[in-house]
């Protein structure tokens, strides 16, 4: 049984291979992919080397039917194809493939914003009293996003097919339903989620949204070789305390977006000096929950101090010459990045204030394009920090 102690899962700061806080991540690669930024790779591979790949993978499903599946559908085998390859080959490149492949493709925020939108309205005394052919002939978006998030799916399905097939649109319900099964169960996503999904890529259809091409690059092993975990060793002509400084890349909120969101960073901490002081002093205790560094604690016999939040580093048998001084100094020799010896400049890659200099009024009218439902502006007004 291994010395290493585990936070509990509900710990809310994690921090990532190079010292980013986790949850910041995830929010930081939504915004990086849906503003077609070069810079999408670099979070994708934050969190993948991190040791977060099902998760990642997890993460990708959401933005894809949250962003992009109603004006891409096709896309979800492509998808399916390329994790059922990684789940065999474990192969790094997989992750490079689904991302680039998501950042030549158009995207609006229709079921994201349905989402939110059942969020406030769900406990509404005077909804859904109509039957669901009602909703779809009305074509009341919200209505019919509540309607689904409260139902059973079998029966939605059914009607749905049976409405769009009368609306003129080509779909074989047996051979749809026996896809739909298929995948429905394999997806990491919200069964509903996926129907709304469906039901407002039909109706993008029938207004004539252009749609996404069938088309996918390809990457090469050499393109990913950048993201890769810098590590010290004999070859290496720079210590560990340098790896930051070259490994850091972007700043967590260069756009100063996370202020649209719920961050972790805010339940327990007041001010910022707080969590540079957990940062400075307490990293690694802090970074232990991503297994990355976990496995690098747990092969140089650390444990977790709860009280000092600090790590101990203690000698793997009593009869070995290795003692604790000895397995702290291998630790830090290879992963000593020491942050709080680095440049401000370097340090405010990972925690920078982050700045409240966006609404979500304003990212709608950003990325209202393509899209077919629109939130009135009262909703958008209030909606603010969304827990993602």
Request: aromatic residues 16%; charged residues 25%; proline residues 2%.
């Amino acid at each position: 049984m291994s010395k290493l102690d585990s936070l509990s899962m509900n710990q809310s700061i994690i921090f990532t291979r190079y010292l980013y806080l986790k949850d910041e991540v995830l929010k930081t690669l939504i915004i990086s992919l849906i503003n077609v930024k070069d810079n999408a790779l670099y979070w994708a591979y934050e969190l993948y080397y991190s040791g977060f790949e099902e998760e990642l993978f997890e993460h990708l499903w959401k933005i894809y039917f949250d962003f992009y599946y109603t004006l891409n559908p096709g896309f979800q085998d492509y998808f399916v194809k390329k994790y059922k390859e990684w789940q065999t080959l474990r192969d790094d490149k997989i992750i490079a493939l689904i991302v680039n492949n998501l950042l030549i493709r158009p995207h609006n925020l229709d079921i994201f914003m349905l989402r939110q939108c059942v969020k406030k309205y769900s406990k509404d005394t005077n909804i859904i009293m109509s039957s669901f052919i009602d909703l779809l002939e009305n074509r009341d978006l919200l209505e019919i996003s509540k309607y689904i998030f409260e139902r059973k799916y079998d029966t939605i399905i059914l009607e749905s097919i049976q409405f769009f097939i009368g609306k003129g649109l080509k779909i074989d319900p047996s051979k749809f339903l026996k896809r739909w099964k298929k995948l429905v169960g394999y997806l990491q996503i919200d069964k509903n989620i996926q129907i709304l999904a469906w039901i407002i890529h039909n109706f993008s259809q029938l207004d004539n949204i252009k749609m996404g091409k069938n088309l996918y690059i390809l990457v090469d092993q050499s393109e990913i070789v950048e993201y890769e975990t810098i590590c010290i060793d004999d070859s290496k002509k720079f210590r560990a305390y340098q790896i930051l400084p070259i490994a850091y890349k972007h700043k967590i909120d260069e756009g100063n977006y996370l202020s649209l969101f719920y961050l972790e960073r805010n339940k327990i901490i007041n001010d910022i000096n707080n969590l540079r002081k957990i940062y400075w002093y307490n990293w690694e205790y802090y970074a232990s929950l991503s297994p990355i560094w976990f496995a690098r604690i747990k092969q140089y016999n650390g444990i977790l101090n709860h009280q000092t939040k600090n790590i101990r580093f203690f000698k793997k048998l009593e009869e070995e010459l290795n003692d604790e001084l000895d397995n702290m100094d291998e630790f830090y020799y290879h992963f000593g990045y020491e942050p709080d010896e680095q440049k401000t400049e370097i340090q405010e890659h990972s925690i920078q204030e982050i700045k409240c200099q966006r609404t979500w009024t304003k990212f709608y009218e950003d990325n209202k394009n393509n899209g077919i439902f629109k939130p009135d502006s009262a909703f958008l007004e209030q909606l603010i920090c969304i827990n993602y």
